[in-house]
């Protein structure tokens, strides 16, 4: 992976407060095996301790039960603002939009986005006409809930499911080349996973993850590019599970992050347009990563992630520090996102 340590990108924001007092909140459920928890551990460790180091007093609460509330209940939400990495309760699936709520029927005011906006996160298809509706480019696609792909002949195309995070699902055989590829790779992901699936034309181009930030005016940060010039074959020229979670995979090993990504000034201002108002299309606020293909002078949004992964080695981590935001730094900024909010602290 190569990272660049600085660019041309102006920072955006020239002062913050250092002193404000932080409720770190991040979940470990026990049922995880050894290796999930120890990281998990280690990246609620390592973001405490670049708070810190930043000024900022913090309390950290590990959510190990589903029962939050209790484990809020002894802070007082006017003493502080709450960096919400709390990403499930424990035990219950999908849960991550519930967390806000429970803020919320609190009196905290807390990071990143709000419950409806996580839960609208979840539904692909719904962001996709949400996108279209805000004239934001989004790769053509439909629902499948039957390996019958019905009237679909646009290809190479890409099978998802339609209501997952974190690449669930995807490897090189999700890109097929003709209808009775589609029809087997349907039924292979209704069979394993269940439904919907949600098929998408295959933009055969350049991949820019891209984190967007601000209170209100929004700022992107330098684009980092995942390259693929090890793959030959479309059908791997995409970031799979494999490239985010098994190291020692093919597609975790070659395919290089560059950041900041090549791009002319005029591409950068129709990126920039395009992840923004993809941004307030999905309803994010704080920060969020968007996924994003360039073909033809086009920019297509794939994926919009709120509350994206901002652990020490993620595009957002990097594309912050190209700006000559630390790791720390970049979490203090946020927490004064959302202080904006906080009835003492704005």
Known sequence: MTAKTHCDFPVPFAERRTDLPVLLVHNIDPRWGAKDREESRVAAEALDAALRAEGHPVTTVKVAKADLESLLQPHDPDEFVVFNWCEELPGMPRSEPLVPGIYERLGFTYTG?????????????????????????????CVLHSPEPGDWDCYPAIVKLAEQHCSLGVSSDSVVLDADALRARVAHMLAEY?????????????????????????????????????????????????????????????????LPAELSEAELRDLERVVTGAFWAAGCRDYARLDVRLRDGVFYVLDVNPNSDMTTE?????????????????????VNFAAVRHPRFA
């Open 113 to 141: 986005a709000t419950g409806a906006a996580l839960a609208l996160a979840w539904d692909k298809p719904r962001v996709k006409r949400l996108l279209e509706r805000q004239r934001v480019p989004t790769p053509r696609g």
């Open 314 to 334: 993620t595009s957002t981590t990097y594309a912050a520090e190209a700006i000559g935001f630390s790791y720390g730094a970049l979490a203090s900024q946020i």
């Open 194 to 258: 269940g439904g919907p699936i949600l098929v998408e034309e295959f933009i055969d181009g350049r991949e820019f993850h891209v984190t967007v930030w601000g209170d209100g005016t929004l700022h992107m940060m330098p684009p980092a590019e995942m390259t693929f010039v090890a793959f030959d074959d479309v059908r791997d020229r995409l970031c799979t599970y494999d490239s985010k979670f098994l190291p020692g995979s093919r597609h975790f090993q070659e395919i290089q992050l560059a």
